[in-house]
């Protein structure tokens, strides 16, 4: 997807999300597969933000 965004598979079904500034910032990499943490968005439920690398 354009602008580094992802399509995330959750419980609640499917959605979009980009890196947080911070993760931007650090220049973390994500890669497919990888289990990540999402704050979802309050007014948009398809959308979020990565918040970091999930652990376990």
């Known amino acids: 997807m354009p602008q580094q965004l ?6 609640e079904g ?3 999300a980009g890196p947080s500034e911070e993760f931007r ?3 973390v990499s994500i890669r ?3 289990r ?3 704050r979802r ?3 948009d ?3 979020g933000v990565i ?3 999930a652990r376990g």
């Open 6 to 11: 992802f399509r995330l598979d959750s419980n």
């Open 14 to 16: 499917q959605l979009v």
């Open 25 to 27: 910032r650090l220049g």
């Open 32 to 34: 497919t597969g990888q």
């Open 36 to 38: 990540v943490l999402v």
């Open 41 to 43: 968005a309050s007014l």
């Open 45 to 47: 439920p398809g959308r």
């Open 51 to 53: 918040l970091g690398h």
